[in-house]
């Protein structure tokens, strides 16, 4: 009898072996991850708020059933007016009333709790996979100059789009704020896209969305070590101002990558990703959209911030032109291979070598 096993299990499992030789030959030890449960819990209220949003918006009858018990309205006033003195008149704070909300209004509407709670499995693989990735680009950087490539694909943007990506961040200046509010809310659009898949009834869908994930990273990690370019924000000596969340975030990304290339001993680096070519910001939203696309509304208003994506991580000088391009085939390339299952026949049910026939007697 045969055994079907998803094609990105085993890139995972294969992945996660090899990363032992790999840090071992690099002389990197990955740090201890202590940001992980703040990046887990961050994405959990992201993905509750996307997934509230996207319902409302997105799904047909979501504004009558709303309008049709007044009685909400009461505890939607309510909620703030409890918990912004707690947490502040802020973003954050408003951020975590809308999911408060959100889940009064997934219990009013006789929501199924068992079937949200059942992404956490998908989202925490991800998660999983995503560590190895970062593992991998920390071992690949130790050995690959992190920006070797980043004159090429700024020529190349040039001469395929006439576009100067450090001359469009600096023109844009005023939108660094929203673009900045686009770019880190990624996180929530890929949770929320598992949320729809398991409330519905689809939890292999959300896994096969997670390995199509976790498949683009590996192979945007080759695709790396071939070309290593860490982002137009490397070449730009002017770059954004200081007080911008993403700022320091590229400059630690340099100064990381720096001492990891020319570390001599062992060293105990921070995860790190550092990989410009192919725009990973690109691919993970994309897939979202494809498998929400049986609601197409949904996948309509996913595929929307896209558009609007795409001009933000300009805007930000994270990826080049070139790099979201490559990222729109690498989410072709991975929504069709990493769902693909491979047969393995175990070995007690492997047939047995025909018996030779015995021999006819022959006529007389």
Known sequence: ???????????????????????????????NPRLLLIFVLGGIFQSAAWAGLLYQLGMRGAWRALATRWQRFLITLAIPLILLPIFGVDLQGFLICFVAVVIVEFHFRSGRWRAALASFAPWLYLILCLQIALAWNTAIVSVRHYNLYDRFFQRLDWTLFHLSVQHLAHSASAFYIPAEALYYSMPGVMGAAMLFLCISGDRAAAWDLAGCIAVAYYFSLALFFCFPANGPFSLDPVHMPANLHTAAIQHASQFNARVLYHHSGWIEAAYGYFVAFPSMHVVQPLLAGWYLRRWKRVAGLVFFYCALLAPSILILEWHYAVDIVGGIFVAILAAWLAPMSLRIIPRTARPSAPEPESAQPSGS
């Open 1 to 31: 009898m045969k055994e079907l096993t998803k094609l990105h299990f085993v890139l995972s499992a294969l992945a996660l072996l090899l990363l032992i030789p790999a840090c071992l030959y690099a002389r990197v030890r990955p740090d």
